[in-house]
């Protein structure tokens, strides 16, 4: 069983930094699409940054290029999201999730633009102050 557990949320003031951590166990396939997605009350779930696992490329949104990161540590099975010059719209819970893909690259940003992920974590609240 899949499972994906994040953790590092919390409160910050804005232009501060954040790092998020997602632990992930139970994998059985061999490639997949691990994302951070982040949701506001009333609104979907957006993505944020998404990696591939054959080879990480990477992508992100306009809305936070250059400003947040994603990377992976495979040894450990852990997924990090680095961001940085955080501002009050960045506010939300913080989802790290998993989607089976093949390995095509397309896979990435569509994954990261249409939420269309298999599994979720719980989430965490990352919050920004003005």
């Known amino acids: 069983q899949v499972q994906l557990v994040e953790s590092g949320g919390g409160l910050v003031h804005r232009g501060g930094s954040l790092s998020l951590s997602c632990a992930i166990s139970?994998?059985?396939?061999?490639?997949?699409?691990i994302g951070w997605f982040r949701q506001v009350p009333g609104k979907g779930r957006e993505g944020v940054a998404c990696?591939?696992?054959?080879?990480?490329?990477?992508f992100s949104p306009e809305s936070v290029k250059g400003r947040f990161t994603i990377a992976r540590d495979g040894a450990k099975n852990t997924v990090f999201l680095q961001m940085s010059s955080l501002r009050p719209e960045d506010t939300g819970v913080y989802y790290c999730?998993?989607?089976?893909?093949?390995?095509?690259?397309?896979?990435?940003?569509?994954?990261?633009?249409?939420?269309?992920?298999?599994?979720w974590g719980q989430g965490t609240q990352v919050t920004v102050s003005s």
């Open positions: 139970g994998i059985t396939f061999d490639f997949y699409v």
């Open positions: 990696i591939s696992s054959w080879d990480g490329f990477t």
């Open positions: 999730a998993i989607g089976q893909a093949s390995r095509d690259t397309l896979h990435v940003p569509n994954m990261c633009l249409l939420a269309g992920a298999d599994y």
